[in-house]
């Protein structure tokens, strides 16, 4: 009878041991399923759910009246951060107070609620001369520029041209409603005789 009783806790043992195997082995196969499926969810998020080309599309400002023109001839929306990417984009500005200005580039990346774009690749900035201020050119290969606030910065080489005047730097920021600019580190630049004097010229400050 012991003997009887001995095997049958064995076998109930056993079985006990293969039944929590097979419950570890599902889980584990739940795991994984759950893993793969959140993996791909997380990529499919990041896929883009639109595609524009040949686009342009307009910002207005507060007042309702508009701010700027981008276009390009690609432009890919990811919804997982609402953010844009865009091959050869340009930049037009229609602001009326202060000089117009026209950037493009190879690439940029448009997010915040379309209020900042970073541009990439052969960034080159002209803004047209108006009667109290020069015309600028500046070159650089790369740039963030925020539309709303008429303004952009980098921490990468500029060249800049105003009037007859060049300066170069490692990092800018420009205001183009104050027509304000700012080079940082270490630059060069050459000034023409009288070009200093001419009018509405703003001073670029290297430093």
Known sequence: MRKINAHRWRLTL????????AFATFWLVEVMN????????????NEPDYIIDR????????AGRPSYII?????????VDDSSDIERPVVR???????PMLMHSERARVDQNNSRVHMTGKVDIERSAAANS???????EALTVYPD?????????????LGGSTASGTGMKA??????????????????????????APAPAPR
């Open 14 to 21: 056993t079985l006990l041991v293969f039944v929590f195997l």
């Open 34 to 45: 759950q893993t793969g499926q959140e993996l791909q969810a997380d990529s499919h998020r």
């Open 55 to 62: 686009f342009s599309f307009v910002r207005m400002n507060a």
């Open 71 to 79: 276009s390009g001839d690609k432009l890919t929306h990811r919804p």
């Open 93 to 99: 500005s229609l602001a009326a107070d202060h000089p």
């Open 134 to 140: 020069q015309a600028l050119t500046l070159k650089s």
């Open 149 to 161: 606030d008429d303004k952009m910065e980098t921490d990468q080489p500029v060249i800049m041209t």
């Open 175 to 200: 205001n183009n409603a104050t027509r304000q600019v700012q080079l940082q580190g270490r630059g060069e630049m050459h000034i023409p005789p009288g070009a200093a004097a001419a009018r509405g």
